[in-house]
């Protein structure tokens, strides 16, 4: 995605909030020790801060709708030739795993607002068969959609420069990690979901599966 000069200031901008959201991340995964924590130690990194964004149906969300959730989180744009097909895959295998009862929420944001609009969204997400009732798909303002993403669940992006973009679909360079966040609005983990060694289905999936239900658990 270009940028013309007068956005300047606003990519300066989410530079700095991609280079704080992979300190706050490299220090997360780091205390997580490589998703090798023991899930009784799921201590807190930090609080989620209110925000409002736009889900797949064109409905205002903020964090008071996940308010006594627990929820697993991650970013990615539609258009993605990469990594994106592929989480949002291990997200449906994680709403495929959640027990009916649980009240656990997934959250997909897009770093992509101007063309993931909510109904790009909804379609993707039916697309990998996603339960609208416990998935939400949220867009909004590039502004917002750092905050919450980099601000308060180290989820960073940052847009490729145009003569940088290998393909018309590589607009964008961000994090693959799912991260968790319990009943009170508290950052509680994050696990990367690709990339050399990791195990998703035998190792990560059964992790981030259990720090929600430890989570749940909690009072």
């Known amino acids: 995605m270009a940028e013309n000069p007068r956005q300047l200031p606003h990519t300066l901008w989410l530079g ?3 280079l704080s959201g992979l300190l706050g991340l490299a220090v997360l995964l780091s205390l997580m020790e490589g998703n090798r924590v023991r899930l009784h130690e799921l201590p807190v990194f930090g609080r989620v801060a209110d925000f ?5 149906a064109a409905q205002t969300i903020t964090l008071a709708a996940l308010s006594n959730h627990v929820w697993v989180a991650d970013i990615i744009f ?17 709403q ?9 929420k997934l959250v997909t ?14 379609k993707y ?9 416990r998935w939400t798909f949220l867009t ?9 993403g980099s601000g308060s669940l180290k989820l960073s992006a940052v847009p490729v420069k145009l003569e940088d973009q290998k393909s018309v679909a590589d607009l964008f360079i961000h994090t693959t990690i799912f991260v968790v966040v319990d009943k009170h609005a508290q950052l ?6 690709g990339g050399e060694g990791v195990d998703w289905t035998n190792i990560v999936q059964p992790r981030v599966l259990a720090a929600v239900h430890q989570l749940e658990m909690e009072k």
């Open 125 to 133: 997400g039916g697309r990998f068969g996603a339960d609208f009732n």
């Open 52 to 56: 409002t964004l736009t889900n797949q």
């Open 140 to 148: 909004g303002t590039k502004r917002e959609i750092a905050s919450l």
């Open 16 to 18: 700095f909030s991609l």
């Open 78 to 94: 539609t258009r993605c030739a990469g990594p994106c097909p592929r989480m949002t895959a291990q997200m449906k295998s994680l």
């Open 188 to 193: 509680r983990g994050a696990f990367e979901t």
């Open 96 to 104: 495929d795993l959640l027990p009916p009862a649980s009240g656990a």
């Open 109 to 122: 944001l897009t770093t992509d607002p101007d063309f993931d609009t909510p109904p790009v969204l909804k």
